[in-house]
């Protein structure tokens, strides 16, 4: 068996993370399942999911619409957009220089 790097090992859990936060092994999150996950897999980067307002306003960020349920195409489009956002804190700070380019 290969030894995963540790960004191997981070996608991996995410995949995981996710898949796990189903209760019936269903594909797609209900909300209750994907409020769960974020609140304690993402507790420092989500802010206002503890509410429904915020939680809505996370799922419309995403994509989902009304009623549909939460796929792991929706929850990686919150993963890049906490990722852009946390590169650009990163490399704004004092000592950092980055030259990366955001697709």
């Known amino acids: 068996m290969p030894e995963y790097s540790d960004l191997e090992k981070a996608i991996s859990t995410l995949v995981s993370q996710f898949h796990s936060a189903s209760a019936d092994n269903s594909a797609t999150l209900k909300p209750d399942e994907f409020k769960g ?31 549909e349920g939460i796929s792991f195409k929706h929850f990686w489009n919150l993963i890049q957009s906490l990722a852009t956002s946390q590169h650009g804190i990163l490399s704004s700070q004092k000592g950092c220089h980055c030259n990366c380019i955001l697709m």
């Open 37 to 67: 996950l974020v609140s304690s897999g993402l507790p420092n980067l989500v802010k206002g999911i503890g509410t429904d307002q915020g939680l809505s306003e996370i799922l419309r960020k995403m994509g989902v619409g009304d009623g």
